[in-house]
Each structure stands twice: as structure tokens, then as C-alpha cells.
């Protein structure tokens, strides 16, 4: 997959998890099976501002060169960061805080780990 593309890709699915933990965090988590109080909306809302900034930085880096050191180094520190959530996420699901619909999300972040490693590491 071409980092432009996978780029693209990565961008809008922050944009849609962004939107959803930033404008409704209690009914988008309770699809995964959790409940929010308070101070898990601000957070949820915090993250999610996260997820749209990261969202903005790929969509502005989809034209970098391909040899660019720039986006190699970013796509290595998506590694890091996609594995983490996946790994979280992983510990969430097995102790029952999230229902099954969490595996998918552990799917999507080792896909997009493994699609960034195989951009950064090549």
C-alpha cells in the first residue's frame, strides 16, 4: 500500500473516531459496552481532540516524498502508537469492560501497526 493512500486512509478513520468521542463520547463508547461518567467524557473529549489533530497531521502529510525522513519517522511513532491502543484495548476486552465489538478495534489498530511499520521500517 502506498503511504499516500494508507495515509488517507488512517485520516479518515481518526476523523470518524474523532467525531464520535468528541460530539457524542457517551452513546460511541456505549457501542463498545462502556458507560462514561463525568471525567470519562472529558477524557473521552480529550482523546478525541487527539485523534483529530493526528487526523489533520496525516491528511497534510499524504503528499510527502517518498523518501521522505519526515513522514518515515512519523510512520515508525504510528507503530508505537497503534500497537498501544490495540494492546489496551486487547486488556479491556479480555477483563469485560467492552463487549465483542472491541476485537474489531483490535483488528483495525494491529492492521494500521503492521500497514505503518511495513511504511517506516522499509
Not at 49 to 62: G, P
Not at 107 to 113: K, N, P, Q, R
Request: hydrophobic share 60%.
Amino acid at each position: 500500500m502506498s503511504r499516500r493512500m494508507l495515509y488517507l486512509i488512517c485520516s479518515i478513520v481518526l476523523l470518524v473516531f474523532a467525531f464520535g468521542f468528541l460530539v457524542v463520547p457517551v452513546w460511541f463508547m456505549g457501542v463498545y459496552g462502556a458507560t462514561l461518567g463525568l471525567h470519562a467524557v472529558w477524557i473521552s473529549r480529550f482523546l478525541g481532540s487527539v485523534q483529530l489533530a493526528n487526523s489533520y497531521f496525516l491528511w497534510q502529510m499524504k503528499d510527502a516524498d517518498s523518501g521522505s525522513k519526515g513522514a518515515k519517522i512519523f510512520s515508525q511513532g504510528q507503530v508505537a502508537a497503534w500497537g498501544l491502543v490495540a494492546v489496551f484495548v486487547v486488556f479491556a476486552a479480555i477483563n469485560g469492560d467492552y463487549n465483542a465489538f472491541a476485537w474489531g478495534q483490535v483488528v483495525l489498530s494491529a492492521a494500521f501497526a503492521v500497514l505503518f511499520g511495513l511504511d517506516g521500517f522499509r
